[in-house]
């Protein structure tokens, strides 16, 4: 495997064969190391041309020292809401930088990034695409980061830390103590070297048990899309004797946010309803339904809980505040073997969600013989104890 700087006659290589079939290159220059290493810069390139559009824009002989680097990065969009997390002007250390993606948007903002791998060839590749983006208060070091904090008299600002999200037989993990590196573990370490700490770790870890692993917890973001909960981040301030009530951040961008406290949450009163037809149907984004802010978003914005268990939510009129995908209901109907048959004749082509409901999506989708797709969306959900269909349009 060829080791950076990347040379004009592979670079414009790369750029000649850009929409090449990679198989064939690989064939046709079987054994011969340095194509071989050009063609999985394409491939690469491919696979990352929409989550690094930004940064393969600003820094157009970036490379990747593997493909794994390319299918496990951090989007550009997320590294830029973890870099807004640091202030201007403090010295961080990234103690999993990979590819470098976080790394490279930390050090728009910092004084200093100090970026830490174990692999020679990882290391090196982020020292060339820092040089590549101009930016010279990148220090890559390859190091294991466990050991490296062990001995370092250096002090930190704040350490970033994406510890490994599944085990060695690539099993998903659902706590930080089960996790590589154990941030949990090194914490005793960490405190002897920076004032705070944010964990990038998977949506899977549990809010409650990630808050009784990490003392200290300031923060906790849900990043998310309009689909998916894209990661949980935790900020932890390593002042032992700091009093700490944390804030969930439920962030999607091109969306509301919602920013809440637990207490909150707890105290929040809710007003119950059923739907009725014409009304706005809120569906909670991914990011606000894995923060768990359920009573509140019926307080906060003024907004009809369907039940204590279900999590949709009713309004007369959209709604601009609200951190939700929000429907207008067509048409109501009970759960009834008539009203499935009414249903499905109605609309053969639907996507369909359940919430609190009897049977899951997939069955309801066979019951309703409806082929996937379309701008109809049927739910099925329990409002104020009753079983329903609600099919509607996106507003």
């Known amino acids: 495997m060829m080791t950076p700087p990347l040379t004009d006659n ?44 930004a940064t393969l824009a600003r820094a157009p002989r970036f490379i990747f020292p593997t493909e794994i680097s390319a299918q496990q990065c951090t989007s550009d969009a997320l590294a830029e809401l973890h870099a807004a997390l640091i202030s201007p002007g403090e010295r961080v250390l990234d103690m999993t930088a990979g590819l470098g ?13 100090t ?61 930080l103590e089960q996790c590589r590196p154990n941030v949990v573990a090194l914490m005793p370490q960490l405190r002897e070297i920076t004032r705070r700490v944010i964990v990038k770790a998977s949506p899977m870890l549990d ?25 949980l981040t935790a900020v932890v301030s390593t002042d032992a004797s700091t009093v700490i009530a944390p804030t969930i951040h439920a962030v999607t961008p091109g969306a509301p946010d919602i920013t809440f406290t637990l207490p909150e949450e707890a ?34 914005f003024n907004l009809a809980k ?12 959209p709604s601009s505040e609200a951190p939700t995908r929000q429907y207008r209901i067509e048409k109501l109907y009970d759960f009834s073997k008539r009203a499935i048959a009414e249903c499905a004749r109605a609309y053969p082509k639907a996507n369909i969600a359940v919430r609190d409901f009897i049977i899951g999506a997939p069955e309801l989708a066979k019951r309703l013989k409806v082929r996937e797709g379309g701008d109809v969306h049927i739910f099925g959900f329990t409002a104020s104890g009753k079983r329903m269909l609600a099919a509607c349009c996106r507003v």
């Open 115 to 175: 970026a830490i791998d174990i692999t020679p060839e990882v290391a090196d590749t982020l020292r060339h695409n820092a040089a590549e983006m101009y930016l010279t208060n990148i220090t890559p070091v390859c190091a294991d980061s466990t050991q490296w904090i062990r001995t370092t008299d250096e002090h930190f600002d704040t350490v970033f830390i994406d510890p490994a999200r599944r085990g060695e037989q690539g099993e998903r993990l659902y706590a």
């Open 267 to 300: 105290e929040a009163a809710p007003e119950y309803a059923a739907p009725a037809e014409g009304m706005i149907i809120h569906e909670p984004l991914p990011a606000v339904m894995k923060s768990g802010c359920f009573k509140l978003l019926s307080t906060r």
């Open 306 to 317: 369907a039940d204590p268990r279900t999590h949709l939510y009713f309004s007369d009129e």
């Open 10 to 53: 592979l670079f414009d290589f790369i750029t000649a064969n850009a929409t090449a079939d990679t198989a064939r290159l690989r064939l046709r220059h079987h054994g011969d190391p340095e194509m071989l290493w050009a063609a999985m810069q394409i491939d690469c390139r491919r696979r990352s041309a929409t989550r690094l559009a």
């Open 207 to 231: 809010i409650s048990r990630t808050l009784e692993e990490l003392t200290g917890i300031t923060d906790i973001y849900l990043y998310g899309t309009a689909t998916e909960c894209k990661e």
């Open 101 to 113: 993606i976080d790394a490279l948007h930390i050090a728009s903002r910092a004084a200093s990034v």
